[in-house]
């Protein structure tokens, strides 16, 4: 058997095999005795019927069945003999079966990337304090008064900083409707009706807050707002946005005070103080996932750092799909409307190929650490899991095993637990410093 395998870039390999025909022929004689010993054809006892009445009626099973037994047992001895990590044959081409009974195809082949990794124990990690902070809590506390809040009406006195405002507007950019200039739908950049804004620095746009302050119920004013370098709308990045604004009410929020008859209309039979035990064990729970995954993040950004290596460009598109229809799914579910995600498109698929290559990679690198550190998962541990996941959908377990053997998903299902246990072996033995300058990301 003649192998070739010619490595291109991007992980993609050209594999052309040349099988003799004696070979060809040896095991077209194996396949054919198997099918005279179980043939039924009429008129011959079973397995007596003669080879060539059995070729001629079941010559094209016999053909494809030994075309596929020399294609994979070209396959096991590529992989064998050129020591490849391959992810994908991809679909034999160029099958030929020549006159003198040789065999002969080729295959475009995705290949696992070649990756060194380096130093992996003992990776420092930098994290704040496990302990949450008052103003954790208080914020918390303080967002439960918002939520049972009474709004009275400002009508004696200008918007100030902290007050709501209930707004109508439409925008322009140089004169032109935002979603006219832009040639596609702009979502909530174009304009709202009746729309609700808390005045802070931090709500809406930048600077826009500010430019209300000082209006009266009533009053209209047009408001600028030049929009930052990094806006998601690129058209849009450093443009002015000119904003025609009428207010039409001004609100005032009125909290009830922290005590146990607010704590009665959030959860009858407890106590505010009860209540406040619970927030904290919350945001304990929250910070500390939040902290393991910052472990986690540094030694990915550490890796992705000193490691780089080309992927598999059909790898990357697929994943691009995937954090794509994720990033979409996340922000329907936050409240973006259809208009809204069709004019961030070009952003959404940007950001999303930019995850896609760095997931990708972190998945390869820590397979190779798995691989050095001979991290398997059993069959129980396996079983273990398929099991957690059924109950919590609240399937019968052996019905949803069944159907991820069906679907193929054993294998990546095993091979995403062996990638968790590589990072868990990472984090036990990365070197964990905490530091009260270090902040949680949300």
Request: aromatic share 6%; with cysteine; charged share 25%.
């Amino acid at each position: 058997m003649n192998i070739v395998v010619e490595k291109q870039p991007k992980c993609v390999a050209t594999l052309r095999v040349e099988i003799p025909a004696d070979k060809v022929t040896s095991e077209r004689n194996q396949i054919l005795r198997t099918y005279s010993n179980r043939s039924r054809i009429p008129g011959f006892r079973p397995g007596k019927a003669p080879q060539a009445i059995v070729e001629k009626r079941y010559g094209k099973d016999i053909s494809d069945e030994l075309q596929g037994v020399l294609i994979n047992e070209a396959y096991e001895t590529a992989l064998k003999q050129e020591s490849l990590k391959v992810l994908d044959f991809g679909v034999p081409e160029a099958i030929t079966e020549h006159p003198d009974g040789s065999f002969s195809f080729q295959a475009t082949l995705m290949l696992a990337p070649e990756v060194q990794i380096p130093e992996y124990k003992g990776l420092t990690v930098i994290v704040p304090p496990a302990a949450v902070p008052e103003e954790d809590l208080t914020q918390q506390l303080d967002t439960l008064r918002e939520r049972f809040a009474d709004f009275k009406v400002i009508e004696d006195r200008p918007a100030a900083i902290g007050d709501f405002a209930v707004i109508d507007y439409a925008s322009s950019v140089n004169g032109q409707p935002t979603e006219e200039f832009l040639g596609k739908p702009a979502g909530y950049l174009a304009g709202r009706e009746d729309f609700w804004l808390r005045l802070e620095e931090s709500s809406f746009l930048p600077g826009f807050c500010n430019q209300v302050v000082g209006m009266n119920p009533g009053d209209s004013r047009d408001i600028t707002v030049t929009l930052p370098e990094d806006f998601p709308v690129a058209e849009l990045c450093n443009s002015a946005l000119l904003f025609s604004t009428t207010l039409k009410e001004l609100k005032l929020s009125i909290l009830p005070e922290l005590d146990d008859a607010l704590a009665t209309r959030l959860a009858p039979g407890k106590t505010m103080a009860e209540i406040t035990t619970l927030i904290r064990d919350n945001l304990q729970f929250e910070r500390q996932r939040k902290i393991n995954d910052m472990k986690v993040n540094q030694i990915v950004e550490h890796f992705n750092a000193q490691v780089a290596f080309d992927l598999p460009e059909e790898l990357i598109t697929q994943e691009t799909q995937t954090q794509a229809d994720s990033m979409v799914e996340r922000g329907i579910q936050a409240g973006m409307t259809e208009d809204e995600v069709q004019a961030q498109q070009a952003e959404i698929f940007a950001t999303a190929q930019q995850q896609a290559v760095s997931n990708l990679r972190t998945n390869f690198i820590l397979q190779e650490v798995a691989r050095a550190e001979n991290i398997t998962v059993d069959d129980r541990e396996l079983i273990n899991h398929l099991v957690q996941i059924a109950t919590s959908r609240k399937l019968a377990p052996k019905k949803f095993i069944k159907d991820m053997q069906r679907a193929g998903r054993i294998t990546s299902i095993r091979q995403s637990i062996m990638i968790g246990k590589a990072i868990d072996f990472l984090v036990e033995h990365a070197t964990v410093e905490e530091n009260s300058e270090a902040t949680l990301n949300d």
